[in-house]
């Protein structure tokens, strides 16, 4: 008998002794676990989440090995669809047991996680609940408007090691927009960056474009994108340039006076595509 075929028939003719209840029960509990389901040399089970993080079975402390229990694998294939993990936020998505990580892992009804930069805050929610978090742990600047017209003062900006991180939110056509203002080095190069990142999905955010634009003494530069969604770390948004970035000798430059305070106005606009 091929290896795990008993098993497997002792697992699946073992449900005829529960009630429907049970049974679904039982489902609940095998929803949680995804294939590769292990066990370890005494029969408990645990997903391959659990696998990657321990060595031991956390039930028995026996060494897990790389044994694969087949039966309840396809006891949890049998069961057919399940709801998404965020039934609950709006997602109505039934899905095969093998496709539903992957769903879940881009569902757009996941919680955001908070676009504040300057700090690592695990804070997550819808977007209602992460301006309202801004605005109230963050102490971010709101704004209503398409246009904008910022200044940024730093007294030391040969200090970018610490970086600056400065961000203001923007309410425009019913939507918020985030934007971002740092000092960081590109390479060895200290440079000054502004970009803006769309509070909701990448294909909302492809409905909207956006310039920012910082200059004096009749030169200026110029920067038109279309935001980021905030699903994009902003690391991710940083360290691909997708925005306006200013050397620092030139924000010097725009700045005037003796090159030892940064005072840089940043003017942009948004509008719909």
């Known amino acids: 008998m091929a290896p ?3 098993a497997l028939k002792e697992a699946t003719g073992s449900l005829s002794k529960y009630s429907n209840s049970e049974v679904l029960m ?3 509990e095998i929803d949680s676990m995804y294939p590769p389901i292990h066990q370890c040399p005494n029969g408990h089970t645990l997903c391959a989440n659990c696998r990657r993080v321990q060595n031991c079975c956390p039930t028995c402390r026996f060494e897990l090995g790389n044994i694969r229990c087949l039966a309840l694998e396809k006891v949890a294939e049998s069961f057919g ?3 998404c993990r965020y039934h609950s936020l709006g997602c109505h998505g039934l ?5 539903k990580l992957k769903h879940e892992k881009h569902c757009s009804f996941r919680p955001y996680t908070c676009p504040y930069a300057s700090s690592e805050c695990s804070v997550t929610g819808d977007i209602p609940f992460l301006v309202a978090h801004l605005k109230e742990d963050h102490s971010v600047d709101m704004h209503d408007g ?3 017209n910022h200044r940024y003062v730093k007294s030391n900006p040969h200090e970018v090691e610490n970086a600056t991180w400065m961000l203001t939110v923007f309410n425009c056509f019913g939507r918020q927009f985030c934007l971002h203002f740092e000092a960081f080095l ?3 190069a200290p440079v000054y960056m502004a970009f803006l990142r769309f509070m909701g999905e990448d294909r909302d ?3 909207f474009c956006y310039t920012l634009e910082v200059g004096a003494f009749g030169r200026k530069l110029v920067w038109q994108g279309v935001p980021r969604s905030i699903r994009d770390s902003h690391r991710k948004v940083r360290d691909s340039q997708d925005g306006l970035v200013i050397p620092r000798s030139l924000a010097l430059y725009f700045s005037a006076g003796d090159g030892q305070e940064l005072k840089l106005r940043v003017t942009g606009r948004i509008w719909k595509v």
């Open 81 to 83: 669809t399940s709801p």
């Open 205 to 207: 955010a492809k409905r």
């Open 26 to 28: 039982m489902k609940a």
């Open 146 to 148: 398409c246009t904008f």
């Open 186 to 188: 590109l390479g060895t």
């Open 4 to 6: 795990g075929v008993g």
């Open 95 to 99: 899905f095969p047991y093998y496709n």
